[in-house]
């Protein structure tokens, strides 16, 4: 029986390949493994984002969706793929249901953006990914005013980070 190692590097050589071929594998394989394996955040992180990388994001879907241990990585593949999908609504949307204490699923009916203001009260501490996946799909939604407002909020910190800077510099320019 393979390991939660060997587990996620398969999953991640169908992520590199991205192929039909690759997808039908992981459609094979995966419902094979142990339920706890899925418990893993990082066997489900490198599952949702072979999935989303095979463009299959139905599949990604159903996988965050069963989740019941999401981290912020696991939130942050799901964010990463719908935004490769061009479905930067729902990454904002996914984004909105991040609770931000424990991080279990809320449901949330609407799609508006919650400001990192309200993170900075619950104590939450920010990843990178979190806010690349929002500025790439504020940007290419052309959401500007959200952007302005979220930027502003960002820590320092995080501003000196280059991928931040270019994501910034590409939002700019999407908006002229």
């Known amino acids: 029986?393979?390991?939660e190692i060997t587990i996620t590097l398969v999953?991640?050589?169908c992520t590199q390949l991205g192929t039909e071929k690759e997808l039908n594998l992981l459609k094979t394989?995966?419902?094979?493994?142990?339920?706890?394996?899925?418990?893993?955040?990082?066997?489900?992180?490198?599952?949702?984002?072979?999935?989303?990388?095979?463009?299959?994001?139905?599949?990604?879907?159903?996988?965050?969706?069963?989740?019941?241990?999401?981290?912020?990585?696991?939130?942050?593949?799901?964010?990463?793929?719908?935004?490769?999908?061009?479905?930067?609504?729902?990454?904002?949307a996914i984004f909105n249901e991040?609770?931000?204490?424990?991080?279990?699923?809320?449901?949330?009916?609407?799609?508006?953006?919650?400001?990192?203001?309200?993170?900075?009260?619950?104590?939450?501490?920010s990843n990178i990914t979190i806010y690349l996946c929002l500025l790439k799909a504020l940007a290419k939604l052309g959401m500007l005013d959200k952007a302005q407002s979220f930027v502003q909020q960002i820590p320092t910190v995080f501003l000196t980070d280059y991928p931040i800077r270019n994501a910034l510099i590409h939002m700019w320019i999407r908006s002229n």
């Open 1 to 3: 029986d393979p390991d």
């Open 29 to 92: 394989i995966s419902p094979k493994f142990c339920n706890t394996f899925y418990s893993n955040p990082y066997v489900l992180t490198s599952l949702i984002d072979a999935f989303m990388k095979c463009g299959d994001v139905t599949s990604a879907k159903s996988l965050f969706d069963k989740s019941t241990k999401k981290t912020l990585l696991v939130y942050g593949a799901m964010m990463t793929g719908l935004i490769v999908n061009d479905q930067e609504d729902e990454a904002i």
């Open 11 to 13: 999953f991640n050589v």
């Open 98 to 125: 991040i609770h931000l204490d424990e991080f279990y699923r809320e449901n949330h009916s609407e799609k508006q953006m919650k400001l990192l203001s309200e993170l900075k009260h619950d104590r939450f501490e």
